[in-house]
């Protein structure tokens, strides 16, 4: 389960990467209240500053502070190092295709086109979507988990200073 925990960490931290570039129009600053307004970075991570503490950890980025508070802090800095922009490397040309795929007019006409061609197909819509809801479950207990396992961090960092 630690693994698991610690592998949910690695992504959320790789995938904050890719986030901070795309808010900062492909640069590797953002400020804190940018980050921390944008809809896509306040539906993903439920603790965002324990992803930040996270990242910041790993030598992906950097800001100063301990404890960043949207309002207070909105004009602090947020830079990638360059470990995070590997990651953002590594994580736009593994994800690359899919994002493409999905705004791909043919793609779009297919599952358009596909319920009104074949009613059978609308008898799946339903397991499709119950698959969808297991999968955000799973999501958010994963969300839960590493968010408990960044509070645990957070306190052992505590406690040994």
Do not use: H, W
């Not at 953002?30 to 307004?37: M, N, Q, T």
């Not at 992906?60 to 830079?79: A, K, P, R, V, W």
């Amino acid at each position: 389960m630690a693994e698991a925990v610690a592998a949910q960490v690695d992504d959320e931290t790789r995938r904050l990467c890719k986030d901070i570039a795309r808010i900062s129009g492909g640069k590797t600053q953002i400020d804190f209240g940018s980050l921390a307004r944008d809809e896509d970075v306040t539906n993903t991570y439920e603790a965002l500053m324990g992803t930040l503490k996270a990242a910041r950890r790993k030598g992906l980025l950097t800001f100063e502070g301990e404890l960043l508070m949207l309002g207070q802090n909105d004009s602090t800095t947020i830079t990638l190092t360059s470990e995070g922009e590997q990651e953002l490397e590594e994580k736009t040309t593994t994800s690359a295709p899919p994002p493409e795929n999905v705004g791909d007019d043919e793609s779009t006409q297919v599952l358009e086109a596909e319920p009104t061609k074949e009613p059978a197909k609308e008898e799946e819509n339903p397991d499709k979507a119950e698959k969808a809801e297991e999968e955000e479950q799973e999501k958010k207990k994963k969300d839960e988990e590493t968010k408990e396992e960044e509070k645990k961090e957070e306190e052992k960092e505590e406690n040994e200073e």
